[in-house]
């Protein structure tokens, strides 16, 4: 089993920036590529950003090409979501997954998930 709580998340004017983190506890968090989702209200939950186990591989969302970056370290058991320059149209809740493995952006075994955490950005 691995638990994921994630935080970070919370209100913030459109342009400015908030970094997520997803801690990981259970079994060897290394072990497992992870995702960073998003779910805004009535919309169907969308990948933002993925990494591998070692974190040399990372790719994002078109949508936040440019403002958002993925990256983990695997010594404190945490991923983390550096959210630059936020628009009202990235408001949702945020998940983090823990997965099997990743192809760039596609996720495969997303066994492990986080109770999600809300970004709002006011326009």
């Known amino acids: 089993q691995v638990q994921l709580v994630e935080s970070g998340g919370g209100l913030v004017q459109a342009g400015g920036s908030l970094r997520l983190s997803c801690a990981a506890s259970?079994?060897?968090?290394?072990?497992?590529?992870m995702g960073w989702f998003r779910q805004a209200p009535g919309k169907e939950r969308a990948i933002v950003a993925t990494?591998?186990?070692?974190?040399?591989?990372?790719y994002v969302a078109d949508s936040v090409k440019g403002r958002f970056t993925i990256s983990r370290d695997n010594a404190k058991n945490t991923v983390y979501l550096q959210m630059n320059n936020l628009e009202p149209e990235d408001t949702a809740v945020y998940y983090c997954?823990?997965?099997?493995?990743?192809?760039?952006?596609?996720?495969?075994?997303?066994?492990?998930w986080g109770q999600g955490t809300q970004v709002t950005v006011s326009s």
């Open positions: 997954a823990a997965c099997n493995g990743v192809v760039r952006l596609s996720l495969i075994g997303c066994n492990y």
């Open positions: 259970g079994r060897t968090f290394s072990n497992y590529a």
């Open positions: 990494i591998n186990w070692s974190g040399s591989n990372t």
